[in-house]
């Protein structure tokens, strides 16, 4: 059973908030990854971390950023909330190599007002 | 870049075999691999395929061949809680790409 947890799970906020969605894995993985999903829609790559102190942008571009100062923690903030980033944000890990097996949280589904 | 394709939607009866294709573009890549994802849920690993061939786990089992850019996944024997979306992804060193998933509908 994956160890990756997700908090909070659902957050309204209203627009020009900051937040930051946490996510830690207690798997002692070196990659993380953030997802970003809407509902029934595919899941885009929006940042990742080989490890500590190494961040890089994904494919879909986006206002948020990522740190990654100890393994276990990879979060994810925004610095003002706007209603076109109402979506579900999926953290996920996986071990070093490429066997493709990635450990996902159970998501933070943000809604901004 | 990458990209991927599968059909949208698949619908199948119980205890039937479905296949769903993901054909893709890339550059070059570790692996390709099969997650399944329930509504509300998060997504969950199935299968994965660095080599040409089959690779069974179960009811499912996953193809891949570099060659025609193409692989499938299949599903056997199926069952009500099978219905759910599923997504192939390309795996670089670094990172995974998915497809735009495929929403199986399994009925009675």
């Known amino acids: 059973e994956a160890d990756i947890y997700q908090t909070p799970r659902y957050l309204v906020i209203g627009t020009g908030k900051k937040i930051t969605l946490e996510c830690s894995q207690t798997?002692?993985?070196?990659?993380m990854y953030w997802y970003q999903q809407d509902p029934g829609m595919e899941l885009h790559l929006i940042h990742y971390?080989?490890?500590?102190?190494?961040?890089e942008k994904g494919d879909l571009s986006s206002e948020s950023t990522v740190s990654r100062i100890r393994t276990e923690h990879f979060p994810l903030t925004l610095e003002s909330a706007r209603p076109s980033h109402t979506s579900q944000y999926l953290c996920?890990?996986?071990?070093?190599?490429?066997?493709?097996?990635?450990?996902f949280g159970e998501g933070s589904r943000l809604t901004v007002l | 870049g990458q990209s991927l394709e599968q059909p949208s939607e698949v619908t199948a009866v119980e205890g039937a075999i479905v296949q769903i294709n993901c054909t893709y573009q890339?550059?070059?890549?570790?692996?390709l691999s099969w997650y399944q994802q329930h509504d509300g849920g998060a997504p969950t690993f199935l299968s994965y395929?660095?080599?040409?061939g089959l690779e069974e786990t179960g009811r499912f089992s996953s193809f891949l061949s570099r060659s025609d850019s193409y692989g499938y996944l299949l599903l056997q024997e199926l069952q009500m809680k099978d219905s759910a979306s599923y997504f192939c992804a390309l795996g670089g060193y670094n990172k995974l790409i998915f497809g735009a998933g495929t929403r199986l509908a399994v009925h009675p």
């Open positions: 395929n660095a080599l040409d």
């Open positions: 798997m002692g993985h070196d990659k």
């Open positions: 890339t550059s070059g890549f570790y692996g």
């Open positions: 996920a890990s996986s071990e070093g190599g490429s066997n493709g097996e990635l450990f």
């Open positions: 971390s080989y490890g500590v102190n190494s961040t």
